[in-house]
């Protein structure tokens, strides 16, 4: 990709909530209009107000709560999380956490690799998809029985009797026949080939722009999907060397993902909102860490108020997560911002939040509450920051974070969490 009157630029990496200066790293007023624009789309297309990604600034752009990468012809934004770190370790944090909200099951090795590469977000991922589907595919791919209908010169299955006394009435050397035949075009290697074929479009380093050539080569049995992610995938043994990519495969088709990739002259886009990114991984983190409890995500079951007389309820209450314990439900609420580490009292945690985990636990009948937010190195420890009892009751709010910068060690955070502070 090159601008007009400019060589290609490096990769501008920025945190969420700095600024991006016209001038800076070579940004011409031209680009953060095409930039800005870009960012526009993407923002309605992941229903985010249309400030969401990047708000114009006096002297440019300055990012909003969202990760990841805009590129138009001659300049790529990179937008990392704001939690400390090295941006090599930031990347490779981002990554473990889509790789837990998504279940793609990334190994320690693969993480650790991709640590070392001084690559942006969008090419790391690439490289993590083509070195796993090139490790799957040189075993051979998915292949299935799918029935075939031919004229052949020796008997094969079964014969079609009406086309072979009317067709081939005359042509004793050819045989109508019905027959299965072993083939490489399966669903889920149309997924894969469609990932591939997108991805071929959005790569920019050489090496995986070979990578992922070579698997279009090895994909080529393959039929091209115009539909991938409708496809009639069944994950089975026969299929289980591939389970972990198709995953991959899905995040780069979805709407999560790619409802922003215009692919287009005008550019491309590849964003996470970090409150809903947050959100999933925590949820999930959470159904690790207290297995075998219960974890339910985005409950339904209650409304805050009910109608008169029918009682049919109003108001539909969704709690992140709701943990069910012996001792009643546990409710969890993530939201991803600073807290104010001036604010002694309150933490600044909002009065809206608090009115809604009050909600949650008159609908739910909890006695423990937990507001979850990312920790940052003014807050001390990771753990419960500050709790409060809820006003003639019994019950316990409490405001508490987790480093999500070593993502590696959520698990065994979470469950000091919950078990060490659990008020029984």
């Avoid at 990114?277 to 860490?289: D, Q, V, Y």
């Avoid at 019994?394 to 480093?403: K, S, T």
């Amino acid at each position: 990709m090159t601008a007009l009157g400019s060589k290609p630029l490096p990769t501008i990496t920025r945190r969420e909530w700095q600024e991006l200066r016209v001038g800076d790293g070579g940004l011409l007023e031209t680009q953060a209009d095409k930039l800005h624009g870009l960012a526009v789309q993407a923002a309605r297309q992941l229903r985010l107000p249309e400030t969401g990604v990047l708000t114009r600034t006096h002297h440019g752009l300055r990012a909003q709560q969202v990760t990841g990468i805009l590129s138009i012809p001659g300049i790529t934004l990179e937008i990392l999380p704001k939690i400390e770190g090295e941006d090599g370790a930031v990347r490779s944090a981002l990554i473990r956490m889509l790789a837990v909200a998504y279940d793609l099951r990334v190994s320690e090795g693969e993480l650790s690799s991709l640590q070392t590469q001084r690559h942006d977000l969008l090419e790391l991922l690439i490289r993590l998809f083509c070195e796993r589907l090139l490790a799957a595919v040189k075993h051979g791919l998915s292949r299935q029985y799918l029935e075939r209908e031919d004229d052949l010169p020796v008997f094969r299955g079964s014969l079609l009797v009406k086309r072979q006394l009317t067709i081939h009435a005359a042509r004793p050397d050819r045989l109508a026949c019905r027959f299965d035949e072993l083939s490489e075009d399966t669903p889920i290697n149309r997924v894969l080939k469609a990932a591939v074929l997108r991805l071929a479009k959005l790569a920019r380093t050489s090496e995986n722009l070979r990578r992922l050539d070579e698997l279009l080569s090895r994909l080529e049995h393959a039929g091209t999907s115009a539909r991938p992610l409708a496809e009639p995938v069944r994950l089975d043994r026969t299929n289980r060397a591939f389970h972990s990519v198709y995953g991959l495969a899905k995040l780069f088709l979805s709407g999560d993902w790619q409802s922003t990739a215009s692919g287009g002259p005008s550019g491309f886009s590849l964003l996470f909102p970090m409150n809903n990114l947050f959100e999933k991984f925590i949820g999930r983190s959470l159904k690790r860490a207290l297995s075998p409890l219960p974890v339910r995500l985005q409950d339904r079951r209650h409304f805050a108020l009910r109608h008169l007389p029918g009682g049919a309820g109003a108001f539909s209450l969704r709690p992140d997560v709701v943990i069910e314990t012996e001792h009643g439900p546990v409710i969890v609420d993530t939201k991803w911002k600073r807290l104010d580490t001036e604010d002694a009292r309150n933490r600044q945690v909002s009065q809206s939040d608090v009115y809604q985990m009050l909600a949650y636990a008159h609908a739910y009948d909890a006695d423990r509450l937990i507001l979850l937010f990312p920790w940052d190195s003014h807050l001390g420890e990771p753990g419960v920051l500050k709790e409060w009892n809820v006003a003639g009751t019994r019950r316990l709010l409490q405001a508490a974070c987790v480093d999500v910068g070593r993502p590696h060690q959520i698990i065994q955070h979470l469950r000091l969490l919950f078990f060490e502070n659990r008020n029984d």
